[in-house]
């Protein structure tokens, strides 16, 4: 009884195979072609007309595909060693009595120059490199192209802006703008991934680049060492589709709300402090905006500063992430983004709260009377001095 820990020379003994010519020619004349690899490989390229049915799955599926156990069946891997097992599990277990395996697999077959089918519009490292994202139906290969081809601006390479750049970048996202004036401390290193302890002392856009450009070579990384300020944030968020609001302060998070209401694009806020983290998705005149939510900044008491106010390291992480699962699904236009909910995260008790967020119908960015503001009072608010007399942030990310 044929065993499928026999070696591989054995098996090949007592099964046929046959070349890739021949079975390019017997597959013309009508024999059934089974490609016994993963999904994943398939994915990559295939021959045209193979059936695909994964090893572990090959007894129990192939009489949906050839019910006649007369019936020709040629069986393929990758370099003909599962199609060999494969071939000999179908005849002795199930009594196939016309199986053969393809010698050498799809790699003879592709070196002999025969045709077979690859996805178009993605490379053959694209195709390996992604072939996880684009498995999932929900995404396939039409979404891969669109995360390559959008552009995403972070506010931050920090606790935020760290762990969601890093997976950004992994994603494929084809173009990711950091804005950072900071360089990278020690005590950063708690929860900013993205950098390392050689690069204490270093910029963080240009550190966050540096980690980019190893993981991904289809990213481009373009660096702003600036502070975003009514002056230039027009002009730097004109170019991306979605912005990573990651600020570590009050100021910043409402010059980027007013500028991106203005310019009709989508920001994917999320803040931390201690062990709670908040999130929701601003898509202008979809859903409320951030000042919908908070029309006035907490009192300073409330917005400890980062240096006074200790984070979970893991916070960054949880919330970083959430905020990249947000990106990726704007930009492949799937799921349900948190556009009017918020949702807050404890992380001591592991519990999620969503709140919903109704648009404010008398907010003075995105209301129905809101006037347009000159644009160098973008980003205002009440007690603009009072406020930075006693810098605060929400989220020292
Ligand atoms: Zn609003």
């Not at 192209?145 to 390479?157: N, P």
């Not at 806020?269 to 709670?276: D, N, P, R, T, V």
């Amino acid at each position: 009884m044929a065993t499928t820990t026999d070696p591989i020379e054995e098996i090949k003994a007592r099964i046929e195979e046959i070349d890739p010519a021949e079975a390019q020619r017997e597959v013309a004349d009508g024999a059934i072609l089974i490609d016994t690899r993963e999904p994943h490989e398939a994915q990559i390229s295939r021959i045209d007309g193979a059936e695909l049915i994964p090893p572990a799955d090959v007894v129990g599926k192939v009489e949906g595909v050839a019910p006649d156990r007369g019936q020709r069946i040629i069986l393929q891997c990758a370099t003909g060693n599962r199609s060999a097992r494969a071939a000999d599990e179908l005849a002795s277990e199930l009594g196939y009595e016309n199986v053969a395996s393809l010698a050498g697999g799809i790699a003879a077959w592709t070196e002999q120059g025969l045709p077979i089918v690859e996805p178009q519009g993605l490379t053959k490292d694209q195709r390996m490199r992604y072939s996880r994202h684009t498995l999932l139906p929900e995404v396939g290969v039409e979404g891969q192209l669109k995360l390559l081809d959008a552009k995403v601006l972070l506010l931050g390479a920090g606790g935020l802006g760290a762990p969601s750049a890093l997976y950004l970048a992994a994603a494929g996202i084809g173009t990711l703008g950091i804005v950072d004036d900071d360089v990278v401390d020690e005590s950063n290193l708690q929860r900013q991934v993205i950098h390392n302890t050689e690069r204490v002392g270093r910029p963080k856009s240009e550190s966050a680049k540096t980690t980019i450009n190893a993981l991904n070579p289809d990213v481009e990384v373009i660096e702003y060492q600036t502070r975003l300020d009514s002056s230039n944030i027009l002009e730097i968020i004109s170019d991306y589709d979605v912005l990573v609001d990651g600020a570590d302060n009050f100021p910043t998070r409402y010059l980027l709300n007013d500028a991106s209401v203005r310019l009709r694009k989508p920001v994917v806020s999320a803040s931390i402090l201690g062990f709670e983290g908040q999130i929701s998705t601003f898509v202008p005149y979809e859903g409320p905006c951030y000042r919908c939510l908070y029309p006035t900044p907490p009192p300073p008491e409330l917005a400890p500063s980062c240096g006074a106010a200790g984070v979970l390291g893991v916070m960054a992480g949880v919330m970083g992430l959430l905020q990249a699962n947000e990106v990726i699904k704007l930009v492949a236009g799937i799921g349900e983004p948190l556009v009017g909910r918020l949702l807050i995260y404890d992380s001591l008790g592991t519990h999620f709260t969503e709140l919903k967020v109704r648009r404010d119908p008398d907010c003075p960015i995105c209301g129905e009377h809101a006037e347009e503001i000159p644009a160098d009072e973008l980003g205002k608010f009440p007690d603009y001095d009072a406020f930075c007399a006693a810098p605060g942030a929400l989220s020292r990310a």
